[in-house]
């Protein structure tokens, strides 16, 4: 369901794939080749929320935004399933972990991993090729450079993915 919003209306690119169950309300902007998975919400309601390039959004993950604030994932970036992300800033090619939460005002390095379950706590700087987890999020271990590839190839398996899915999903009634 996409919806308008006090006169926003979410701008989703013609490549993106948003399925059926999922939730896209008002100030959103979707790039080009973006994956949104059944009974994700993403809710621009009281803030703007803009979606970089061929990034996923997994079944269940929440995107949301501080009043007068913006949430920005950037290219290649992959939520997780059941992740919780708000009012914050994900730099490119990096990887929410499912059941995880960052909170408003963080910021996650490019190409840095969120481990599953972490909390990374509001106005936390998770540095760039980083691994951070836990509750709270503590980085745990640095990324060579080399895993970018690697984020990347993840990002695009889901914009592969999301083609299949829109072009070959088939609704049944039971």
Same mark, same amino acid.
């Given at each position: 369901?996409?919806?308008t919003?006090e006169?926003?209306? #979410?701008r989703?690119?013609?490549s =993106?794939y948003?399925? #059926? ?7 959103? %902007?979707? $790039? /080009?080749g973006?994956?949104?998975w059944?009974?994700?919400?993403? +809710?621009g309601?009281?803030g703007a929320? +803009?979606i970089?390039? !061929? ?5 269940g /993950? %929440? ?13 290649? %970036?992959? *939520? $997780?399933?059941? =992740?919780?992300?708000?009012g914050?800033?994900v730099e #490119? ?9 960052v909170?408003?005002?963080? !910021? ?6 969120v481990?599953?379950?972490a909390?990374?706590l509001? $106005?936390? %700087?998770?540095?760039?090729?980083? *691994?951070?987890?836990g509750?709270?999020?503590?980085? +745990?271990k640095?990324? #060579?450079g080399?895993s970018?590839?690697d984020?990347?190839?993840? =990002? ?12 070959g999903l =088939?609704?049944?009634?039971?």
């Open positions: 369901m996409i919806y919003f006169g926003h209306t #979410p989703i690119d013609p =993106a948003i399925a #059926p169950e999922a939730t896209i309300i008002g100030n959103v %902007v979707i $790039g /080009a973006v994956s949104v059944p009974g994700a919400v993403i +809710r309601d009281v929320i +803009r970089g390039a !061929r990034s996923n959004i997994q079944d /993950a %929440v995107v949301h935004v501080d009043t007068g604030g913006e949430t920005i994932l950037g290219e290649d %970036v992959t *939520v $997780g399933h059941l =992740a919780m992300v708000h914050c800033h #490119p090619a990096s990887l929410i972990g499912m059941n995880s939460t909170l408003s005002r963080s !910021r996650i390095g490019e190409c840095t991993i481990g599953g379950g909390v990374v509001e $106005g936390q %700087v998770v540095p760039p090729f980083s *691994v951070a987890a509750v709270p999020a503590k980085v +745990r640095e990324l #060579p080399s970018r590839t984020r990347i190839a993840h =990002a695009a398996h889901y914009v592969e993915l999301g083609r299949r899915h829109r072009e =088939a609704q049944h009634e039971v």
